[in-house]
């Protein structure tokens, strides 16, 4: 009977999913096997494509360690021609270290504008060009409003936009974007106690999902791929369970 | 029909050019000189100099010893061919057929044109006059052959102070036999050959056996002596004037409105691109120009990465400027113009849909859109570069169409952020080439748990000298990962810390 239940209950959510519009995509198969347990956060189980990614950092160190995961998923993301363009002012992007996650500098265009107007408006025309794959924009300030329209621009065009937003922590304006992430470096994953540093590990923080349940996982990257463990519940997790119980 | 021919000589083209520039040489004796050998020789000189006994290609030295108020020149032989090009675009008043004859003549096909102006007289006369009244000395002669034009302009006009001579229909073989060989346009050796033979005209030797002829002065000589007689067919090269993109319209009205110019925008991109798709061209660079009832210009101008004539793109490129005309009282002209075209085969047009990746047509036009508001230096791409050390491990790429030459070095891992330039770092180490166990930088103390190195990168001495640099990649107590380098040997008490990047 409880199996019966649960799988009622699963129906119903997909079906409720799809009446909000969420849509199963076709080329994020790989992406969703490659997450591993992480994609268990996302709603029907798939990572949302054709929407925007929010990530904070605070620092240059944990900003390296966001745009390392950002690389991860593009790699998974683009296939074997896909586009992204970065728009950033200011940028310190290392072109050459991309290729260590697999991906292409080549298919890179780098967008380097120096008033946050035409940041805004670049990553808005990026948005809207059905062409690219992703688009990654390093933008600080963002309100409500300019999310709002970031967010129905990517809607048309079904492009991927992660938004790197360097802030302070705790002062960050609430947006429209689908979800919010906080990546910080932890000590290198090592093999066999073997001195060095060892394969790169983040310490990912997925602080708002819509319709998805948020977490924090230890994720590495190794082999060309990324190696997820959770790590806790978070509050609002165990504020469910609290409810179910 | 009659073939009829018009040859022009400009005896005094390079100091003719000199003095319509600078009128107040007109009187003055002066040369054109350029360096030869170690030396100074004469390359024009003009009607004032030759009168007191200086001739092209003296030495320099020797006319000032002769006229020593003698004013020398520059030449500059590029203006030149520059002069005899417009020339011969102008000359196409006269006959759609006009090539130039370097070093100074124009040949025209006159064949079927003299009758418009009323006869052959009267045609000649208008050239003449109207080359003259421009500033240049002119000779022109008129023949059924293109030889004997040339030869009667350059040498049967020698004694008579007629500018401008004309060979009856069908006689000019009466009017070669009285010219010199060189009239002939054949080479200065064979023509100075006949001289010395006592052969001074070609009565001379026009009856002479063909065989011996060529023999003793080649077939080149006997080419160009059937060309002179119209045995031989003589091709001449017209100069194509390049057809201007450009699109006008004048408006009833002056326009005053944002929707007016638009409008006027469609109108003029419509017909422009049409020209440009049938022609398999693409706009790199189009310039509007709206003439206002004041007598302002106002012009915007956009730029494209590929060549384009898709009129939907070129129209919000010109979007974005558009706000920036002022109508004032009204425009009442517009002018599109695309100075810069460049191929823009069907083929690409077909992909227009289905190409996929960096070559996707939407893709430069994104990037058109961009630069076309923020400027040119805004968008970047890379390409890898044969080099380990790391400001020259890549380089900017060409375009979007430029492919890498190179792979991309994966087997070396390189920080994701990079700190430009290389910040200096407090340092304590425990034994040479050993990493760093703590640094300080901004202030912080990192205590390193672990690294990896050290890496050593060498300086290209062939590009740039310097020392080479020593790279450890550590990472600090709470699992921040940096990428730092040493400076120079250890043992020199000279090297120097740095702190270059941050892995993820």
Not at chain 1, 64 to 74: E, H, P, S, W, Y
């Amino acid at each position: 009977m409880v199996v019966s239940r649960n799988d009622i209950i699963l129906k119903l959510q997909s079906d409720i999913l799809r009446l909000q519009g969420f849509k199963q995509e076709r080329g994020s198969s790989s992406l969703n096997s490659g997450l591993g347990s992480l994609v268990n956060a996302f709603p029907n189980s798939t990572f949302p494509t054709g929407c925007i990614h929010e990530f904070l950092s605070d620092s240059k160190e944990s900003s390296a360690a966001t745009t390392a995961f950002i690389g991860g998923l593009v790699n998974m993301l683009s296939g074997t021609s896909g586009v992204t363009v970065w728009i950033s002012s200011g940028r310190k992007l290392f072109p050459p270290a991309l290729a260590n996650f697999g991906l292409h500098p080549e298919r890179f265009i780098f967008i380097d504008l120096k008033k946050e107007r035409d940041l805004l408006w670049a990553m808005d025309e990026a948005l809207k060009c059905e062409a690219l794959t992703t688009v990654i924009g390093e933008i600080d300030a963002v309100t409500f409003t300019e999310s709002r329209r970031l967010q129905l621009a990517v809607e048309q065009s079904n492009v991927t936009g992660f938004l790197i937003r360097n802030t302070v922590r705790n002062k960050v304006a609430t947006s429209a974007c689908v979800s919010r992430w906080r990546i910080t470096s932890l000590p290198g994953e090592r093999l066999d106690d073997l001195p060095g540093i060892g394969f790169p590990k983040w310490q990912v923080e997925l602080l708002r999902i819509r319709n998805g349940k948020p977490g924090t996982w230890e994720v590495s990257w190794r082999q060309g791929g990324f190696d997820t463990h959770r790590l806790q519940e978070t509050p609002h997790d165990i504020r469910e369970h609290r409810m179910l119980g | 029909m009659e073939k009829r021919f018009v040859s022009i000589w400009l005896p005094y083209l390079k100091t003719d050019l000199f003095t319509v520039r600078q009128p107040h040489l007109k009187d003055v004796p002066f040369v054109l000189r350029s360096p030869s050998r170690g030396r100074m020789l004469i390359t024009a000189c003009n009607v004032c100099a030759e009168r007191s006994g200086i001739r092209t290609g003296m030495a320099l030295a020797d006319a000032r010893a002769l006229l020593p108020e003698l004013q020398p020149l520059d030449d500059k032989p590029e203006l030149v061919d520059k002069l005899l090009t417009r020339m011969a675009e102008w000359c196409i008043r006269f006959t759609p057929v006009v090539a130039i004859d370097p070093p100074d003549g124009l040949l025209l096909d006159a064949s079927g044109c003299a009758h418009l102006w009323g006869g052959d007289e009267k045609y000649l006369a208008d050239i003449v006059g109207k080359i003259n009244s421009k500033g240049y000395q002119v000779r022109a002669a008129m023949a059924d052959t293109v030889g004997v034009a040339w030869g009667m302009a350059r040498f049967g006009l020698r004694q008579t102070h007629n500018n401008k001579i004309i060979v009856e229909p069908g006689r000019h073989i009466e009017a070669l036999m009285s010219l010199p060989p060189e009239a002939l346009r054949i080479e200065p050796e064979i023509s100075s050959k006949l001289h010395k033979l006592g052969l001074k005209q070609v009565k001379q030797f026009i009856r002479m056996p063909r065989a011996s002829l060529r023999k003793r002065f080649g077939i080149h000589f006997l080419m160009r002596l059937d060309m002179a007689l119209g045995q031989e067919f003589e091709s001449i090269e017209p100069v194509v004037p390049v057809e201007r993109y450009q699109e006008r319209l004048p408006c009833l009205e002056p326009i005053t409105t944002a929707a007016g110019i638009e409008i006027a925008l469609q109108q003029l991109l419509e017909t422009l691109c049409l020209r440009l798709h049938n022609d398999q061209l693409g706009i790199r660079t189009a310039v509007l120009k709206c003439f206002r009832v004041d007598g302002k210009v106002e012009q915007v101008t956009i730029g494209t990465h590929r060549p384009s004539h898709y009129v939907k793109h070129l129209f919000k490129l010109f979007g974005i400027k558009l706000s920036s005309i002022e109508p004032a009282l009204g425009i009442e002209l517009f002018i599109l113009e695309a100075p810069v075209v460049e191929e823009h085969l069907a083929q690409q047009e077909v992909m227009w849909e289905d190409s996929q990746g960096i070559e996707d047509p939407r893709i430069s036009e994104l990037i058109d859109r961009i630069t076309g508001k923020a400027g040119n230096d805004t968008v970047h791409r890379y390409l890898p570069d044969e080099h380990y050390w790391p400001e020259r491990s890549f380089k900017l790429a060409g375009g979007l169409t430029e492919q890498p030459s190179t792979q991309w070095l994966t087997h070396k891992i390189r920080p994701l952020q990079i700190l430009q330039p290389p910040e200096r770092i407090e340092v304590t180490a425990p034994i040479p080439d050993y990493p760093p166990m703590l640094f300080i930088y901004k202030n912080k103390i990192h205590n390193i748990v672990r690294a990896d190195g050290p890496e050593r990168i060498e300086q290209e001495w062939w590009l740039q000298q310097g020392q080479h640099r020593d790279y450890y990649r550590v990472e600090d107590e709470t699992g921040n990962r940096y990428w730092l380098f040493r400076l120079g040997h250890y043992h020199d008490k000279t090297y120097q810390w740095f702190i270059h990047g941050f892995f993820p």
